[in-house]
């Protein structure tokens, strides 16, 4: 089970970032989105850190993912220092800092694989681009615009377009949210996006005097739901069927034009672990893999 109140950092050296360090960040994430799509045409998303790296494997292609961090206080910033002094901001930051790298604060996105380092990945573009600022209510609002097919004032539609196919494998904003236990950003029809300063304005995402102390007080509460949802999420344990078993054992032998040859006593997930493994690695199976994890079974039937 994943500690909602574990902090990254504790898995870091000194000043090193989670996102890019953290392995347990990285082996959380592949446990809580590793599931059936909503978009049944694509079956389900398999991941597995490889390489540092969290794969995915989708309808057989394969897709990499970068984990990073959603919310965001602006302690760096200059035009927040004299805000930071304020004592009742100053017990809030407190409050934030305790939380700020647990999983509720922690998202994956997709990374192009396609060495082209002058298009902005989507973590780099929320990060680096004016007008969201890092901000996951702002980065959230362009995913639903995305969705309505609204390019004009989108200052993530470019980018989005990018990654199109991912975004596809949800079918609509709302199983988008609700997959990624993102519920307590939007209204209760998930027609629309919340923000943490009431208002979108692009021009200004950053947070001010007058709303300084409401955003991170917001963010933290996000943070704390999201933590709880992500809870309530893991504890509905994924478990795979025979059609699963089935349609990946299909993908094996359309890709490498042999049959998977797996002792008996293999659990489904053990299976599908082999699978995901091989078509990752992109390497028929052999009997020294099967054999390995025969011996390193779960100890449980089909």
Known sequence: MIDIRYNYRNDCKKKQDPDKYSLRLKQDHCVLWSKRLPNTKYGRLSLRVVNNEIVGIVDG?????????????????????????????????IKYKEIDYTIGS???????????????????????????????????????????????????????????????????????????????????????????TDTFDFENPLPNESNYALYIERTIDFIRKRNQRIKKCQSRVQRYSHEDVENLEKEYFDKFGKQLIAPMLFSNTVIVDLIEEAIIRNKPLTDKDTSKRFHYKEGCTH
């Open 106 to 196: 922690s998202l994956i996105f997709p990374v192009l694989d396609d060495n082209n380092s002058s298009s902005w990945t989507i973590n780099k573009a929320r990060g680096c681009s004016r007008k969201i600022q890092d901000r996951i209510d702002y980065t959230l609002e362009c995913v639903r615009r995305f969705y309505l097919d609204h390019t004009d004032n989108n200052p993530l539609a470019t980018c989005l377009n990018r990654y199109s196919f991912f975004f596809e494998l949800f079918d609509n904003f709302e199983n988008y949210v609700k997959y990624f236990c993102l519920d307590d950003l939007v209204t209760p029809d998930y027609r629309h996006v919340l923000s943490f």
């Open 61 to 93: 292609r394969k897709l990499i993912f970068s984990p990073d961090s959603i919310t965001n206080c602006y302690s760096y910033r200059k035009s927040t220092e004299g805000l930071r002094q304020i004592e009742g901001i100053k017990e809030l930051l």
